[in-house]
């Protein structure tokens, strides 16, 4: 399973980006999927998850009502739609996969995910 994250770039605060991860393979609905962040100098944060149908979705607080997690089986995509950004949401985002169709507890751990994109820049200036 491969995973291919794009969409980042420059944006001004309250400004919005549309993510992308395009994963190959012919099972992508066995996959639950996650975003995660890292910005300079700190680790990597859980943003969002997503069940196999898109029917269960979680997010960080400090994302919450302004970013939505997405996905279309039919394209292997899973999508982060990223509104109201502000300088504080600047990192690297990357996309992360899990074969199961559910989520369990561990969903916000970086652990819980077998598969990694390569990450894709969110810069947002003040």
């Known amino acids: 399973v491969q995973l291919q994250a794009s969409g980042g770039g420059l944006v001004q605060a309250g400004g919005s980006l549309r993510l992308s991860c395009a994963v190959s393979?012919?099972?992508?609905?066995?996959?639950?999927m996650g975003w995660f962040r890292r910005a300079p100098g700190k680790d990597r944060e859980f943003v969002a998850a997503?069940?196999?149908?898109?029917?269960?979705?979680y997010y960080a607080d400090s994302v919450k009502g302004r970013f939505t997690i997405s996905r279309d089986n039919a394209k292997n995509t899973v999508y982060l739609q990223t509104n109201s950004l502000k300088p504080e949401d600047t990192a690297v985002y990357y996309c992360?996969?899990?074969?199961?169709?559910?989520?369990?507890?561990?969903?916000?751990?970086?652990?819980?995910?077998?598969?990694w994109g390569q990450g894709t820049l969110v810069t947002v200036s003040s």
């Open positions: 992360s996969a899990r074969r199961s169709r559910y989520l369990s507890g561990d969903y916000y751990a970086p652990g819980f995910y077998d598969y």
């Open positions: 393979g012919r099972t992508f609905s066995s996959y639950v």
């Open positions: 997503i069940s196999w149908s898109g029917s269960t979705t």
